[in-house]
């Protein structure tokens, strides 16, 4: 099993660009969920899904949309990005439980 | 104040000797505590899980959860350089479902010198 995988791993974005953010999971799991990871702050829900069809908004929303058309697949998208979303994108998934499986994550960096 | 209080460190420990990492949390609803490690620029992965209070061993890795104190530890015994990383805690206040999210401390980085 290869987990939880995201792609790209790397991308460099100029303000007011878009991009789409794909997470991938092969272990059947019901929930996903998308973070961003700064300095100093940890790590911050962006919006979440407890089953294909269906998505929320996490802590920190504003400036992303997000997708569930498969229950195998949760995108993450940047309509028009900003310098503040500069970060590290971790991808997630859980059965209804708490215990979260992460992708390796993806850098983005917007100039 | 924030949810979830972490020492960002970083903490240097030579091989060998004993670690211990701790948080601090405000929301006395919280009963589901875990601990991630996360090594330099990978995924978090799940390290210990405990329920409520009390201890949970596993080989060199011990949970510690003192809810009267809103308190959590992670003691590494016999620390490795392998075990250099960034260590995260998180919590939450129920098991599943929607709104029981996990909330997560900011880390805490280790380096044991060899």
């Known amino acids: 099993n290869a987990g939880v995988t995201q792609t790209p791993k790397f991308r460099v974005l100029k303000t007011g660009q878009s991009m789409t953010l794909l997470c991938a999971q092969d272990m059947n799991h019901e929930y996903m969920y998308w973070y961003r990871q700064d300095p100093g702050m940890g790590l911050r829900l962006i919006h979440y899904?407890?089953?294909?069809?269906?998505?929320a908004k996490g802590e920190v929303p504003d400036g992303y949309n997000v997708s569930r058309l498969k229950k195998q697949n949760f995108l993450l998208g940047l309509e028009s990005a900003a310098p503040s979303q500069t970060s590290v994108y971790f991808c997630?998934?859980?059965?209804?439980?708490?215990?979260?499986?992460f992708g390796p994550g993806t850098r983005l960096t917007v100039l | 104040q924030k949810e979830v209080e972490q020492d960002p460190g970083p903490l240097s420990v030579p091989e060998g000797a004993i670690v211990s990492l701790n948080c601090t949390y405000s929301n006395s609803a919280f009963q589901y505590f875990m601990w991630y490690r996360q090594y330099s620029r990978k995924g978090p992965e799940l390290l210990m899980y405990?329920?409520?209070?009390g201890n949970k061993e596993d080989g060199r890795f011990t949970a510690q959860v003192d809810k009267s104190s809103k308190y959590i530890s992670l003691f590494i015994r016999d620390s490795q350089p392998s075990d250099s990383a960034t260590y995260l805690c998180a919590m939450s206040a129920g098991y599943g479902g929607a709104t029981n999210k996990l909330i997560f401390g900011t880390g805490t980085l280790l380096a044991v010198q060899p």
């Open positions: 899904s407890v089953g294909e069809g269906t998505t």
């Open positions: 997630a998934s859980s059965y209804p439980q708490n215990e979260q499986f």
């Open positions: 405990t329920y409520s209070s």
